[in-house]
């Protein structure tokens, strides 16, 4: 299983938006409304933030929100605040009981 | 409130095995999946399997089929990641994640620095 394709880096300035993709297959990310996208602060566990495409844990700002089209999949940090400061990952269900992350999104408030 | 306490780093040798341990507590162990997560250094999350708490069934990736093994003791509330055949690329920071709403996993452990060295 490859993992999912997020870009390397994305970055916005404070009060900005900044959307970040990640893009699988139909085996994946296009055959299953099981998406869900994971903050991580550098030396920290990784935190939910997003379930089942564009659903939000209690307690996650919305600010935080997701989408999904075909096999790609998109998270978007809205109002950009400093401590949004982290790596992003999403990950998918991929069928027979088998997950995949993604590769991983620096996001760089400016 | 949830909590996934795992237990402390370990340095081990290639070609020897490591057990990293996850103790469950103010939920009921049960009724969650229980996922491992591990993250080599500078690198992306890797999914590596998991157990049904309830019926002990497990699904691991690929990648460490034959080499992974997930086990769990109720009694205890504690799940349990075994890893055999160590090599150097093995040294990584491992997550236990519970299994949460939309097959997510919503509450993680604090992580287990596993560091493999001759």
């Known amino acids: 299983q490859s993992a999912l394709t997020q870009p390397p880096s994305a970055s916005g300035s404070p009060g900005q938006s900044v959307t970040i993709s990640c893009t699988g297959t139909s085996s994946d990310v296009g055959g299953y409304n099981y998406v869900s996208w994971y903050q991580q602060h550098p030396g920290k566990a990784p935190k939910l933030m997003i379930y089942e495409v564009s659903k939000r844990p209690s307690g996650v700002p919305d600010r935080f929100s997701g989408s999904k089209s075909g ?12 401590e949004d400061e982290a790596d992003y990952y999403c990950n998918s269900y991929a069928g027979s009981n088998n997950f995949v992350f993604g590769t991983g999104t620096k996001v760089t408030v400016l | 409130q949830v909590q996934l306490v795992q237990s402390g780093a370990e340095v081990t040798k290639p070609g020897a095995s490591v057990k990293v341990s996850c103790k469950a507590s103010a939920y009921t162990f049960t009724r969650y999946a229980m996922h491992w997560v591990r993250q080599a250094p500078g690198q992306r999350l890797e999914w590596m399997g998991w157990i049904n708490v309830d019926n002990g069934d497990t699904k691991y990736s690929q990648k460490f089929h034959g080499r992974v093994t997930i086990t769990r003791d109720t009694s205890a509330s504690i799940a349990y990641m075994d890893l055999s055949s160590l090599i150097s690329e093995d040294t990584a920071v491992y997550y236990c994640a519970r299994g949460g709403p ?17």
């Open chain 1, 71 to 82: 096999n790609t999949a998109s998270l978007t940090v809205s109002g950009l605040q400093a």
């Open chain 2, 102 to 118: 939309g097959q997510s996993c919503d509450f993680w452990g604090q992580g287990t620095l596993v560091t493999v060295s001759s």
